[in-house]
């Protein structure tokens, strides 16, 4: 039971395939109490009964594209926590039409605006929100992809946001280290969630991983809950402003090795 006596707020659960939905389920495993934050009313069937098999009741509703709504929801958060040891960001959202198309003409002001304030700025002020009511030997983490530092088709202005997103938890890990917070990401290989579901070929992009990753395969989101497990508990305390990549391997590898065999 890595996780026992420890609460944990987790945000992002749009679903059952989300990713935040296999952070919760190994996390409650592993004995944490777990909270939910939600986007708006939309997707709160879908979280019930995701909470309730994880034996927790507080779901508190939180759009992060406006600071009130973050604000009053760690709020309400500190009704029922008084303190609590750390949250989980996993949310990222840029307008579909940045996320098709070739980069330089697709790219707009007001696209670029949203990704990185809903996807890396989130972030910063959850943290902030969050800091008085953190409990000694907490941690933040957050939600990362390959994007970030390598360029892929139609991920565009979101690749961006990552790349700030990795920056942000670097200043996060170093702004929050002396309060005992440490702040890390998780870059995931490619999962067929919601957010994955609008985008063109992404069955044709979990094929390519499976051939290039050294694993021979995609990851699932239950793969991604038990490295956030690990590294929300107390085994990863000298983890801290790091990017753990769970992708099966994919990003070490330049290319596939059954292309030269034969
Ligand atoms: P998902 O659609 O299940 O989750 C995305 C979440 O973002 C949703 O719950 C949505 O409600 C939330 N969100 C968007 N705008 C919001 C707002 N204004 N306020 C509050 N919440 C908001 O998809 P997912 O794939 O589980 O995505 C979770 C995280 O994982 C994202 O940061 C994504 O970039 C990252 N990620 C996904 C993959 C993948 O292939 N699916 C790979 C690597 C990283
Ligand atoms: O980070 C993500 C998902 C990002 C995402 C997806 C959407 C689709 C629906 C952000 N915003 C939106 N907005 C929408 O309206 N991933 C890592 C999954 C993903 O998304 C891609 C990918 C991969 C991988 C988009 C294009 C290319 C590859």
Same mark, same amino acid.
Request: hydrophobic letters at 40%; a negative charge; glycine letters at 8%.
């Given at each position: 039971?890595?996780?026992? /006596?420890? +609460?944990?707020?987790? =945000?992002?659960?749009?679903n +059952?395939?989300?990713i @935040?939905?296999?952070?919760?389920?190994?996390?409650?495993?592993?004995? @944490?109490e777990?909270?939910?934050?939600?986007?708006n009313?939309?997707?709160?069937?879908?979280?019930?009964?995701?909470?309730e =098999?994880c034996?927790?009741?507080?779901?508190?509703?939180?759009?992060v594209? /406006? *600071? &009130?709504?973050?604000?009053? =929801?760690f %709020?309400?958060?500190?009704?029922?926590w008084?303190?609590?040891?750390?949250?989980?960001?996993?949310?990222?959202?840029?307008?579909?039409?940045?996320l098709?198309? %070739?980069?330089?003409?697709?790219?707009n002001?007001?696209?670029?605006?949203?990704?990185?304030d809903?996807? =890396?700025?989130?972030?910063?002020?959850?943290?902030?929100?969050?800091?008085?009511?953190?409990? &000694?030997?907490?941690?933040?983490l957050t939600?990362?992809?390959?994007g970030?530092?390598?360029?892929l088709?139609?991920?565009?202005?979101?690749?961006?946001?990552k790349?700030?997103l990795?920056?942000?938890t670097?200043f996060?890990?170093?702004?929050?280290?002396? *309060?005992n917070?440490?702040v %890390?990401?998780?870059?995931?290989?490619?999962?067929?969630?919601l957010?994955?579901s609008?985008? +063109?070929n992404?069955?044709?992009?979990?094929?390519?991983?499976?051939?290039?990753?050294?694993?021979?395969?995609?990851i699932?989101?239950?793969?991604?809950?038990?490295?956030?497990?690990?590294?929300?508990?107390?085994?990863?305390?000298?983890?801290?402003g790091?990017?753990?990549?769970?992708?099966?391997g994919? %990003?070490?590898?330049a290319?596939?090795?059954?292309?030269?065999?034969?």
């Amino acid at each position: 039971m890595l996780l026992k /006596n420890k +609460k944990f707020l987790i =945000s992002g659960l749009a679903n +059952k395939y989300s990713i @935040a939905a296999g952070i919760a389920h190994a996390m409650h495993r592993e004995g @944490a109490e777990l909270a939910f934050t939600y986007q708006n009313e939309r997707l709160l069937k879908n979280l019930g009964p995701i909470a309730e =098999s994880c034996g927790s009741d507080i779901l508190i509703e939180c759009d992060v594209s /406006n *600071d &009130d709504s973050i604000q009053s =929801s760690f %709020n309400k958060l500190s009704k029922r926590w008084e303190k609590f040891d750390g949250f989980i960001h996993s949310i990222g959202y840029a307008p579909a039409d940045q996320l098709e198309g %070739n980069f330089v003409d697709v790219t707009n002001r007001e696209g670029f605006k949203i990704a990185h304030d809903i996807s =890396s700025y989130s972030f910063t002020a959850m943290a902030r929100e969050a800091k008085p009511m953190l409990n &000694d030997n907490s941690a933040l983490l957050t939600l990362t992809y390959l994007g970030s530092t390598q360029t892929l088709p139609n991920y565009n202005v979101m690749g961006l946001a990552k790349a700030s997103l990795e920056a942000n938890t670097r200043f996060l890990a170093a702004s929050m280290g002396r *309060d005992n917070v440490r702040v %890390n990401a998780i870059s995931a290989g490619p999962i067929k969630t919601l957010a994955a579901s609008g985008v +063109k070929n992404f069955r044709k992009m979990l094929s390519q991983h499976s051939k290039r990753a050294p694993l021979g395969r995609t990851i699932t989101a239950e793969e991604v809950g038990n490295v956030a497990a690990f590294l929300c508990s107390d085994y990863a305390s000298g983890i801290t402003g790091e990017i753990t990549y769970v992708d099966a391997g994919f %990003n070490i590898a330049a290319m596939p090795l059954d292309d030269i065999e034969e």
